[in-house]
């Protein structure tokens, strides 16, 4: 099984910062990554697919990057709406999460 | 539009069973498949299975695959998923997602609102 390992596990941030997550495979995934963010009580929504592919309608503040083992999301200029947990998730074998990463306000 | 409308929340006791639906509007049912997720209270998600909404093939996390079963009625355009022999760590919200047919590779682009099910005695 492919496991999935983000960081951190939580971050503070304010409005209009920068933030970034990462998130590690345990073996090369080629480009199969996906970011999902969770707001509470809510199911998860597609934010990007295939690293860096943004879902229809995500807005172009959310960008991803990496290859092989190493990933990461970045939101630039983050807004009210973006505080919610985001989760990687790999689809080259199967399907595996992360852990997830919280972000809250600072 | 795509649409994953989920059934109901359950209560159940420890070793009995439950079956969660997702009927799905709005795209070609059979071009799909649907994975299923749990979430258990303050967790993360956690993949629990596959299957092919055409042919019924299915792909099981191996955990759960001695008392999990997955599957699909065409006539409805719904998703099934069954969960055995419960114990308390199954209590959790349970997503259907939509995903490719293949059973390879895509992400899950449509996501039910999630299934609360309770075990307790």
């Known amino acids: 099984d492919i496991q999935m390992t983000q960081s951190p596990s939580s971050l503070s941030a304010s409005v209009g910062d920068k933030v970034t997550i990462t998130c590690r495979a345990s073996?090369?995934?080629?480009?199969?990554l996906n970011w999902y963010q969770q707001r509470p009580g809510k199911a998860p929504k597609l934010l990007i697919y295939?690293?860096?592919t943004l879902q229809s309608g995500v807005p172009s503040r959310f960008s991803g990057s990496g290859s092989g083992t190493d990933f990461t999301l970045t939101i630039i200029s983050l807004q009210p709406e973006d505080f919610a947990t985001y989760y990687c998730?790999?689809?080259?074998?199967?399907?595996?999460f992360g852990q997830g990463t919280v972000v809250e306000v600072k | 539009q795509v649409h994953l409308e989920q059934s109901g929340a359950e209560v159940r006791e420890p070793g009995a069973s439950v079956k969660v639906s997702c009927k799905a509007s709005?795209?070609?049912?059979?071009?799909?498949?649907f994975s299923w997720v749990r979430q258990a209270p303050g967790q993360g998600l956690e993949w629990m299975g596959w299957?092919?909404?055409?042919?019924?093939?299915?792909n099981y996390a191996p955990t759960l695959q001695d008392r999990f079963s997955l599957t699909t009625d065409t006539a409805t355009k719904t998703a099934y998923m069954e969960l055995r022999s419960l114990i308390s760590d199954d209590t959790a919200v349970y997503f259907c997602?939509?995903?490719?047919?293949?059973?390879?590779?895509?992400?899950?682009?449509?996501w039910g609102q999630g299934t609360l099910v309770t075990v307790s005695p």
């Open positions: 997602a939509r995903t490719d047919a293949s059973g390879n590779s895509d992400p899950f682009d449509f």
């Open positions: 709005g795209y070609t049912f059979i071009t799909y498949g």
């Open positions: 299957i092919n909404s055409n042919t019924g093939s299915t």
């Open positions: 073996r090369s995934i080629t480009n199969y």
């Open positions: 295939s690293v860096s």
């Open positions: 998730q790999q689809s080259y074998s199967s399907w595996t």
